[in-house]
């Protein structure tokens, strides 16, 4: 029983990470040190036609998806400390 009430109270984080969305529809933003640096990724030309889209619609930059979307991707494949040590030196 303790485990099902821990799991009730905690149902809108488990949504969220079980979704990949947040329940507000709020989009993250990170704050990320360094100068900025000219990257030249290959993708699919539908993904390229996605992210203007998104970013249009959304008012954020691409670079801002793009850093984002980076950001995320390393905090759940392995490099979570790495991502928030970067994070804390603003």
Do not use: C, H
Request: net charge positive.
């Amino acid at each position: 029983i303790p485990f099902i009430r821990f799991l009730y109270e905690k149902r809108d984080d488990i949504y969220q990470l079980l979704s990949g969305t947040k329940e507000d529809g709020t989009i993250p933003r990170y704050v990320v040190p360094g100068l900025v640096r000219t990257k030249a990724i290959y993708m699919s030309d539908m993904v390229a036609k996605l992210t203007a889209e998104f970013s249009k619609e959304k008012n954020v930059t691409q670079r801002e998806v793009m850093e984002g979307a980076l950001i995320e991707y390393l905090q759940k494949y392995g490099f979570k400390r790495e991502v928030e040590t970067l994070l804390k030196n603003e």
